[in-house]
T-cell receptor, first 112, second 110 residues
Framework: NAGVTQTPKFRVLKTGQSMTLLCAQD?????MYWYRQDPGMGLRLIHY???????AKGEVPDGYNVSRLKKQNFLLGLESAAPSQTSVYFC???????????FGPGTRLTVL | TQLLEQSPQFLSIQEGENLTVYCNSS?????LQWYRQEPGEGPVLLVT???GGEVKKLKRLTFQFGDARKDSSLHITAAQPGDTGLYLC??????????WGLGTSLAVNP
């Protein structure tokens, strides 16, 4: 099993560009999450999903959109990137929202 | 707003020393999880504590959940360089969204 995978691993964008981060899990988990991690700020929840076709806002959703068209995939989109979105992005999944969260390896995004 | 405060924020020790990391809140949690994150990787679960007063051991790591289920501690005995990383606690309140602490960055020097 691959667990949780994220693509790409690294990306550099210019201000105003758009991109999509892909997360895939092969554990048949219902819950999926997108976090950003910044120095001194910890892990902050951007958006999450409690099942295929559902999405919900987390703590810092502005500037991001998500989609969960298939149970195994959770996409994070940046429509118009800003330097404040420079961060490391982690995707995670869990079986029922109360147990272990399994994290991907992260995507390091730099917005110039 | 529910908060989880971790202390210390940074810790640099010599190999063989003992250390304790604290995770405190004014809120009650149904369970509390501890994760370790190594550089360039995502967090990985170490342990989940559920019952007030519970103590769990994982080799040289001892985890304790407070009696009132508002706080937790992680004690490492005879730290080794392989223990280096970011230790994160995360509490689960009733609404199923984990509340994360900011983490303790541990460096164990040979």
């Amino acid at each position: 099993n691959a667990g949780v995978t994220q693509t790409p691993k690294f990306r550099v964008l210019k201000t105003g560009q758009s991109m999509t981060l892909l997360c895939a899990q092969d554990m048949n988990h219902e819950y999926m999450y997108w976090y950003r991690q910044d120095p001194g700020m910890g892990l902050r929840l951007i958006h999450y999903s409690v099942g295929e076709g559902t999405t919900a806002k987390g703590e810092v959703p502005d500037g991001y959109n998500v989609s969960r068209l298939k149970k195994q995939n959770f996409l994070l989109g940046l429509e118009s990137a800003a330097p404040s979105q420079t961060s490391v992005y982690f995707c995670a999944s869990s079986y029922n929202g109360r147990g272990t969260q399994y994290f991907g390896p992260g995507t390091r995004l730099t917005v110039l | 707003t529910q908060l989880l405060e971790q202390s210390p924020q940074f810790l640099s020790i010599q190999e063989g020393e003992n250390l304790t990391v604290y995770c405190n809140s004014s809120s009650v949690f149904s369970s509390l999880q501890w994760y370790r994150q190594e550089p360039g990787e995502g967090p990985v679960l170490l342990v989940t504590v559920v019952t007030g007063g519970e103590v769990k051991k994982l080799k040289r790591l001892t985890f304790q959940f407070g009696d009132a289920r508002k706080d937790s501690s992680l004690h490492i005995t005879a730290a080794q360089p392989g223990d280096t990383g970011l230790y994160l606690c995360a509490g689960l309140p009733g609404d199923r969204k984990l509340i994360w602490g900011l983490g303790t960055s541990l460096a164990v020097n040979p």
